[in-house]
Structures are given as structure tokens and as C-alpha cells.
């Protein structure tokens, strides 16, 4: 797809598809969850990240059981473990950006982390401390204490100190939050999409076509591990998935509940792990994906849209590189474009 092309196609997404996406969830919000009959093929999978530990690097896979609580392999599970502080909140690579240079690996129950300068340091996830209550974005979450080893190991290449830093391990086989309040305003949000310890749900979804379009507006180019999505598609048009709703990957049914709001973390080089001094993609982004809906303008604020949030709509199942990406269709077999409420 040529430069043309790209910019022609996002011209249309960006004037109609935002306000359609928009318009459709505020006529779902009282309507009953119905499954497609129709199913339109829009691309492929072309990649499956996980992150196990928040924030941290990820781990590629080339196929992987998706379950209510996320991606999961064994103990390999997404977003199941993360930093806190020692008051409990949770620490992320917006406050330590070198945490994304930090690799985890996972062999048996065995978690190792690697990271520059540092030597490797391994905890035996089925071999941890008692349960208590950490904070994710001011909710109360169950957590489990990794031990000494690991939290000095942490605090050392984080913060050049010997204490300041813990690792925790999500306990339970299930969401236990509450749809944060900032994201009560989008009706297909349910407490089981909240994952472990994500920011809004356990999985999202990038474009490979959005971020190819987003590349011709900037510098330095970025690729889609910068948004740290769970799944990958290539194949579609650029920013068609505003406008998705049911989504299949292989046999697995997931349905579009949210749009993803980006923040500084996408300014911070996965190989580097520092920021970009421009601010890009951020302020670019900001140019041209801010909600313009008055409704849901008051929930993403100044926030920029990039990849959806997905919530899983049907029985566990096996996604693998290279299955076919569907989208539903209405019972005209058409998606039809919507005007935005008043």
C-alpha cells in the first residue's frame, strides 16, 4: 500500500470511522450481546505478545490458550506479576522507563529476569509468600510477595538502591476489579474483562496498517511492540479497527469493548528504554486521534486513540500466528456507518 493510498484511507477513517465507533457503542449500551452469523476475514494474526511482568519486556509466542483472565501458557501469563513500591502502589514504566529494557523468561514455574549490567535472578512462582492487597490505579488487588532476592534485584537496577522496589504475583485464576471509573462511560466494559493487573482490560489489539500510516506522519518510526499490544494484524485497512466490533481470531470470539488511550509509556524506546525527546508518537497522535465525541471526550480527555481493548466473548481457546482475523457482521451483512449522538 503506497503512501497515497495510506493517507486517502485514513483521511475516510479518521472523518467517519471515529464517529461511527462512538455512535455504535451509545446505541449498544441497553442493547442484548448478540453473537454474529456473518463472519468477513480482515486479516491475519501476524503477532502474539505477552508481558508478565507489567511494564517489563514481553515474551513472543507463536501460539497461546486465551483464557478470562488473559493470555496463558503454563505459568507464562500476562500481566500477572508487576513492580510495587513499598507503600503497595504499582510502579510502571512511566515513572522508571528503563523497566522495559528488564527481559522476562519463564521455564516450568520459573521466572527468570535479565536486564543490562545486571546478573540474572530467578523466583520459583509456585513457591512464594502469603496474599495481601497492593493497588492498581487506586483499586485493591490480591497479590503475592516474590521474595527478597528479586525486589533487592529490582530496586538495584531501578533505583540504584538496595530496598525500594517488590515483585508480586496475581494469586487467583480470575478478574477480581471493578471497570475503573475512568472507563464507566463505554457500556460494553464488564468486571470479567479487567484481567489481572492491566490498566482497563486483558487484551488489546493493534493495526500493523494504523501504525504504517502513523509512520508516514513521524520522524523516527516506531513499530507496534511501542504500544505494547497483545495481538498483532496485518492484512487490514489502516484505523478500520475503530469501527470493529465482534472479532474472531482463528476460533476464538472476542468483542471490541474500549479504545485505547495512550499515554507518555508510548514515547519510550523498547530497545533503549528512554524517551523520545520530541515526544513522539504522543504529540503526534494527539494531532489528529483525540475523541472528538462530547459524551465520551469526558472519559479520554487529552488522551489520543490507538488499538482497542478486547474482552473475550466465548469459551477459552488457542490463537496461533497466521489465523485468519474476522470481523461480524450485522444481519444485512453490512457495517453500516452510524452518525455520532447528539
Known amino acids: 500500500m503506497d503512501r497515497i493510498r495510506l493517507g486517502y484511507v485514513s483521511a475516510l477513517a479518521i472523518g467517519a470511522g471515529t464517529a461511527a465507533f462512538f455512535a455504535w457503542w451509545w446505541l449498544s449500551k441497553n442493547k442484548k450481546p448478540k453473537l454474529p452469523k456473518t463472519w468477513r476475514k480482515v486479516g491475519e494474526l501476524s503477532d502474539i505478545f505477552v508481558f508478565p511482568v507489567k511494564s517489563l519486556g514481553?515474551?513472543?509466542?507463536?501460539?497461546?490458550?486465551?483464557?478470562?483472565?488473559?493470555?496463558?501458557?503454563?505459568?507464562?501469563?500476562?500481566?500477572?506479576?508487576m513492580v510495587i513500591d513499598l507503600d503497595g502502589n504499582f510502579v510502571t514504566g512511566r515513572q522508571k522507563p528503563?523497566?522495559?529494557?528488564?527481559?522476562?523468561?519463564?521455564?516450568?514455574?520459573?521466572?527468570?529476569?535479565?536486564?543490562?549490567?545486571?546478573?540474572?535472578?530467578?523466583?520459583?512462582?509456585?513457591?512464594?509468600?502469603?496474599?495481601?492487597?497492593?493497588?492498581?490505579?487506586g483499586q485493591?488487588?490480591?497479590?503475592?510477595?516474590?521474595?527478597?532476592?528479586?525486589?533487592?534485584?529490582?530496586?538495584?537496577?531501578?533505583?540504584?538502591?538496595?530496598?525500594?522496589?517488590?515483585l508480586v504475583y496475581y494469586p487467583l485464576d480470575q478478574p477480581s476489579r471493578d471497570v475503573r471509573t475512568v472507563n464507566l462511560g463505554f457500556p460494553l466494559m464488564e468486571n470479567v474483562d479487567s484481567g489481572a493487573y492491566p490498566d482497563a482490560t486483558a487484551?488489546?489489539?493493534?493495526?500493523?496498517?494504523?501504525?504504517?500510516?502513523?509512520?508516514?506522519?513521524?520522524?523516527?518510526?516506531?513499530?507496534?511492540?511501542?504500544?505494547?499490544?497483545?495481538?498483532?494484524?496485518?492484512?487490514?485497512?489502516?484505523?478500520?479497527?475503530?469501527?470493529?466490533?465482534?472479532?474472531?481470531?482463528g476460533s476464538v470470539v472476542f468483542r471490541n469493548v474500549k479504545p485505547c488511550t495512550r499515554c507518555i509509556f508510548t514515547t519510550i524506546s523498547p530497545e533503549t528504554g528512554t524517551k523520545h525527546p520530541k515526544t513522539e508518537p504522543l504529540k503526534t497522535l494527539r494531532n489528529y486521534r483525540l475523541v472528538d465525541d462530547p459524551v465520551y471526550r469526558k472519559f479520554t480527555k487529552d488522551s489520543p486513540v490507538m488499538g482497542v481493548h478486547l474482552g473475550l466473548k466465548g469459551p477459552n481457546g488457542i490463537v496461533r500466528l497466521g489465523d485468519p482475523v474476522y470481523i461480524g457482521l450485522d444481519d444485512n451483512h453490512d457495517n453500516k456507518k452510524l452518525i455520532s449522538p447528539p
Open 98 to 137: 528503563r523497566m522495559v529494557q528488564i527481559t522476562p523468561s519463564i521455564a516450568g514455574s520459573v521466572l527468570t529476569l535479565a536486564a543490562p549490567g545486571m546478573m540474572t535472578v530467578s523466583v520459583d512462582l509456585s513457591n512464594i509468600g502469603k496474599t495481601f492487597r497492593a493497588a492498581v490505579w
Open 58 to 81: 514481553c515474551v513472543k509466542e507463536n501460539a497461546i490458550e486465551c483464557t478470562k483472565l488473559g493470555l496463558k501458557l503454563g505459568w507464562l501469563r500476562d500481566r500477572t506479576l
Open 140 to 166: 485493591p488487588v490480591p497479590a503475592a510477595d516474590c521474595g527478597e532476592e528479586i525486589a533487592r534485584w529490582l530496586s538495584r537496577f531501578l533505583l540504584q538502591e538496595d530496598t525500594g522496589l517488590r
Open 203 to 249: 487484551y488489546t489489539l493493534m493495526n500493523e496498517a494504523s501504525i504504517a500510516e502513523l509512520n508516514t506522519r513521524i520522524e523516527d518510526s516506531v513499530t507496534p511492540l511501542q504500544f505494547r499490544p497483545n495481538f498483532v494484524v496485518k492484512g487490514a485497512e489502516p484505523l478500520e479497527e475503530d469501527t470493529w466490533d465482534w472479532i474472531k481470531i
